[in-house]
């Protein structure tokens, strides 16, 4: 019997979390089981469903910088495939997107009706799967952006920097990067809940903000290794082929506005995530 709900990117991080909150009423499909760029594979995976997240995309943000063909095929054209199937089919989409539309530089939360200005080929490809989505499925997609993800099922800075702290290892990192990590579980109960709420754009982490090095010293803290083991570096030092976002603090006026709660602050989140995915 066909699961209600699809779920693409099966493997990932938040597929592994959304299948925790969804348990059997979702049908979690890896690339190897439903490749998004097949728009035939994605038609009959489909039909018959009542609702589809679309969690699967190209996210390796520096190899995009000289592989953007790729990134678009997955993160815009197969965005667009999955839209126009569920658009035919009547079957509301739920596609997960990123705050790297934006272009990081702000002094204060970006709203959701913000002017986007991706910096990177990562962020493009994504503003393209946002607007195939949208045009393609007016009046039954959502758009969710998130940020800073961490959880089971996949590496992250999170899992990275536990293993430094787990080994006592000293590390430095950039003070001058801001955002929100967000739980890949919290992110999963925020996705069910927008479900059932009006399709439209929406903002999705946990609330709060910091840079990656208070998010370090957060996960020593959580280990109990001493922090003077996280020293402090910037950007310009630790530079990367993609520019990342100065700033990448998502607003959520969207869902406050269609009576949903605001998510668990940061800090809160990591310490559940350390019990329940990292084991701490």
Same mark, same amino acid.
């Given at each position: 019997?066909?699961?209600?709900?699809?779920?693409?990117?099966?493997?990932?991080?938040?597929?592994?979390?959304?299948?925790?909150?969804?348990?059997?009423?979702?049908?979690?499909?890896?690339?190897?089981?439903?490749?998004?760029?097949?728009?035939?594979?994605?038609?009959?995976?489909?039909?018959?469903?009542?609702?589809?997240?679309?969690?699967?995309?190209?996210?390796?943000?520096?190899?995009?910088?000289?592989?953007?063909?790729?990134?678009?095929?997955?993160?815009?054209?197969?965005?667009?495939?999955?839209?126009?199937?569920?658009?035919?089919?009547?079957?509301? +989409?739920?596609?997960?997107?990123?705050?790297?539309?934006?272009?990081?530089?702000?002094?204060?939360?970006?709203?959701?009706?913000?002017?986007?200005?991706?910096?990177?080929?990562?962020?493009?490809?994504?503003?393209?799967?946002? +607007?195939?989505?949208?045009?393609?499925? !007016?009046?039954?997609?959502?758009?969710?952006?998130?940020?800073?993800?961490?959880?089971?099922?996949?590496?992250?800075?999170?899992?990275?920097?536990?293993?430094?702290?787990?080994?006592?290892?000293?590390?430095?990192?950039?003070?001058?990067?801001?955002?929100?990590?967000?739980?890949?579980?919290?992110?999963?109960?925020?996705? !069910?809940?927008?479900?059932?709420?009006?399709?439209?754009?929406?903002?999705?982490?946990?609330?709060?903000?910091?840079?990656?090095?208070?998010?370090?010293?957060?996960?020593?803290?959580?280990?109990?290794?001493?922090?003077?083991?996280?020293?402090?570096?910037?950007?310009?030092?630790?530079?990367?082929?993609?520019?990342?976002?100065?700033?990448?603090?998502?607003?959520?006026?969207?869902?406050?506005?269609?009576? +949903?709660?605001?998510?668990?602050?940061?800090?809160?989140?990591?310490? !559940?995530?350390?019990?329940?995915?990292? +084991?701490?």
């Amino acid at each position: 019997m066909t699961a209600p709900i699809l779920v693409t990117g099966g493997g990932g991080m938040l597929a592994t979390a959304l299948g925790e909150v969804f348990g059997d009423i979702a049908d979690l499909v890896s690339r190897a089981d439903l490749d998004i760029t097949d728009a035939i594979a994605v038609q009959r995976a489909v039909s018959g469903r009542v609702a589809v997240i679309n969690a699967a995309a190209y996210t390796a943000v520096d190899d995009a910088e000289t592989n953007e063909d790729l990134a678009w095929d997955v993160n815009s054209r197969g965005a667009m495939n999955v839209a126009d199937a569920c658009a035919e089919s009547g079957v509301r +989409l739920i596609h997960v997107s990123t705050d790297y539309v934006f272009n990081g530089r702000a002094t204060g939360p970006y709203s959701e009706d913000a002017a986007t200005d991706p910096q990177s080929a990562y962020g493009r490809s994504k503003l393209g799967g946002e +607007l195939a989505v949208q045009s393609a499925h !007016r009046d039954g997609a959502t758009v969710v952006r998130t940020s800073w993800l961490y959880g089971a099922g996949g590496p992250s800075f999170v899992s990275t920097m536990l293993a430094k702290a787990r080994a006592g290892d000293a590390v430095k990192v950039v003070t001058d990067q801001i955002g929100q990590p967000t739980w890949t579980r919290d992110l999963a109960e925020r996705i !069910r809940l927008l479900l059932d709420v009006a399709p439209g754009t929406y903002h999705a982490t946990n609330s709060g903000a910091c840079s990656w090095w208070d998010l370090a010293v957060a996960i020593y803290e959580e280990v109990g290794a001493p922090t003077t083991l996280v020293g402090q570096t910037t950007s310009d030092v630790f530079v990367r082929p993609a520019p990342r976002p100065a700033y990448s603090v998502l607003g959520d006026e969207a869902a406050q506005s269609a009576g +949903l709660p605001e998510m668990p602050p940061w800090r809160e989140a990591l310490g !559940r995530a350390m019990r329940a995915d990292f +084991l701490v």
